[in-house]
C-alpha cells in the first residue's frame, strides 16, 4: 500500500528548496572569481574543484547541468527533474504479507509506525539503560543466559514505565494522544496531559516529573541506618530515611 504524509512532503519540499538556493548562492560566488581582471580563476580542472566542493557539500549536483570550460562556467536548474522528486515528497510504500481481512491498510501503518517502540528497545538494551556489550563471557550458553537476562530486565523496565507513566514524563493517556490525529500517517503527538508534564516538569498534583533514571536515583537514597545514641544505656535503633515525596508515593 501506498502512504502519504503531508508534513512529511511539506518538510522535503521545505528542505530541498533551501538547499537549492544555498548551492544557487555559493555557486554564484565562483563566478566573479572567473571573471576578474586579475588573478581569475582559469583552467577546467581548477574550476571543477571549486564546483565540485559546492555540490558535495550541499548534495545538490542530481539537480544542476553543469558547463565548465576553461575560462568559467554556467548552471542550469533541472527543473523537470525537480517537479519529479516533488511528485514523490512524503511518499513511502509499505507492504505486507497478511492478508488484507487480518490486517486492514490503516492497521498495518500502526504497525509500521510501531516500529519506532522496537528500535527504542534496542537503544535501550544496547546503550542507554541495559548495555548489553560488552559480553565478558566465553561460552555460549553464558553469552544466551546474559542477553536473555538484559530481555527480562528490559521486559521490567517497560511494564513498570507503563504503570508510572502518571509519575514519569512518559505519555500517560495514549487514547487522548491517538485521538489528536486525524490520519494514522500524520505525526505522532503527546497528549495534552504528556504536553502538560513536559512544559510544566510536574505532574496533576504538582510533584516533579521524573525519567525512569531520575526515578530510579531517588530511590537510591534510601538508606537504612543504624542510630547509636550517645547518651549512656540508651539503646540502639534503625531509621529508614525517607525518600522524596513522588517516591513516596510509589511506595505506598
Same mark, same amino acid.
Given at each position: 500500500?501506498?502512504?502519504?504524509?503531508?508534513?512529511?512532503? $511539506? =518538510? &522535503?519540499?521545505?528542505?530541498?528548496?533551501?538547499?537549492?538556493?544555498?548551492?544557487?548562492?555559493?555557486?554564484?560566488?565562483?563566478?566573479?572569481?572567473?571573471?576578474?581582471?586579475?588573478? $581569475?580563476?582559469?583552467?577546467?580542472? &581548477?574550476?571543477?574543484?571549486?564546483?565540485?566542493?559546492?555540490?558535495?557539500?550541499?548534495?545538490?549536483?542530481? *539537480?544542476?547541468?553543469l558547463s565548465?570550460?576553461?575560462?568559467?562556467? +554556467?548552471?542550469?536548474?533541472?527543473?523537470?527533474?525537480?517537479?519529479?522528486?516533488? $511528485?514523490?515528497?512524503?511518499?513511502? %510504500?509499505?507492504?505486507?504479507?497478511?492478508?488484507? =481481512?487480518? !490486517?486492514?491498510?490503516e492497521g498495518?501503518?500502526? +504497525?509500521?509506525?510501531?516500529?519506532?517502540?522496537?528500535?527504542?528497545?534496542?537503544?535501550?538494551?544496547?546503550?542507554?539503560?541495559?548495555?548489553?556489550?560488552?559480553?565478558?563471557?566465553? @561460552?555460549?550458553?553464558?553469552? &544466551?543466559?546474559? %542477553?536473555?537476562?538484559?530481555? !527480562?530486565?528490559?521486559?521490567?523496565?517497560?511494564?513498570? /514505565?507503563?504503570? !508510572?507513566?502518571?509519575?514519569?514524563?512518559?505519555?500517560?493517556?495514549?487514547?487522548?494522544?491517538?485521538?489528536?490525529?486525524?490520519?494514522?500517517?500524520?505525526?505522532?503527538?503527546?497528549?495534552?496531559?504528556?504536553?502538560?508534564?513536559? !512544559? +510544566?516538569?510536574?505532574?496533576? =498534583?504538582?510533584?516533579?516529573? *521524573?525519567?525512569?533514571?531520575?526515578?530510579?536515583?531517588?530511590?537510591?537514597?534510601? +538508606?537504612?541506618?543504624?542510630?547509636?545514641?550517645? @547518651?549512656?544505656?540508651?539503646?540502639?535503633? =534503625?531509621k529508614t530515611?525517607?525518600?522524596?515525596? /513522588?517516591?513516596?508515593? @510509589?511506595?505506598?
Amino acid at each position: 500500500m501506498v502512504c502519504r504524509n503531508p508534513l512529511l512532503a $511539506a =518538510e &522535503r519540499f521545505r528542505k530541498r528548496q533551501e538547499l537549492l538556493v544555498a548551492t544557487q548562492k555559493e555557486l554564484d560566488k565562483i563566478l566573479p572569481a572567473t571573471q576578474r581582471e586579475k588573478r $581569475a580563476l582559469k583552467g577546467k580542472a &581548477r574550476i571543477a574543484l571549486k564546483v565540485g566542493k559546492v555540490m558535495n557539500k550541499f548534495k545538490m549536483a542530481k *539537480h544542476f547541468h553543469l558547463s565548465i570550460g576553461e575560462t568559467g562556467f +554556467s548552471y542550469q536548474l533541472k527543473k523537470d527533474h525537480i517537479a519529479k522528486e516533488a $511528485a514523490l515528497d512524503g511518499i513511502y %510504500v509499505i507492504r505486507t504479507s497478511l492478508p488484507p =481481512e487480518k !490486517l486492514d491498510a490503516e492497521g498495518a501503518v500502526k +504497525s509500521y509506525k510501531g516500529l519506532s517502540a522496537v528500535e527504542r528497545a534496542f537503544r535501550c538494551s544496547k546503550a542507554v539503560d541495559l548495555k548489553v556489550r560488552p559480553i565478558h563471557h566465553r @561460552l555460549e550458553h553464558r553469552d &544466551r543466559a546474559h %542477553v536473555f537476562l538484559c530481555m !527480562l530486565a528490559y521486559d521490567l523496565e517497560w511494564h513498570t /514505565c507503563r504503570a !508510572l507513566s502518571p509519575i514519569l514524563f512518559d505519555d500517560d493517556d495514549p487514547v487522548a494522544a491517538e485521538a489528536q490525529r486525524d490520519s494514522v500517517v500524520e505525526l505522532a503527538q503527546g497528549s495534552p496531559s504528556a504536553q502538560q508534564k513536559a !512544559l +510544566s516538569k510536574r505532574t496533576k =498534583e504538582h510533584l516533579p516529573a *521524573h525519567s525512569f533514571r531520575t526515578l530510579l536515583k531517588d530511590l537510591a537514597t534510601i +538508606s537504612k541506618n543504624l542510630v547509636k545514641p550517645r @547518651l549512656k544505656n540508651a539503646p540502639s535503633f =534503625e531509621k529508614t530515611t525517607l525518600p522524596p515525596s /513522588c517516591s513516596r508515593r @510509589l511506595l505506598n
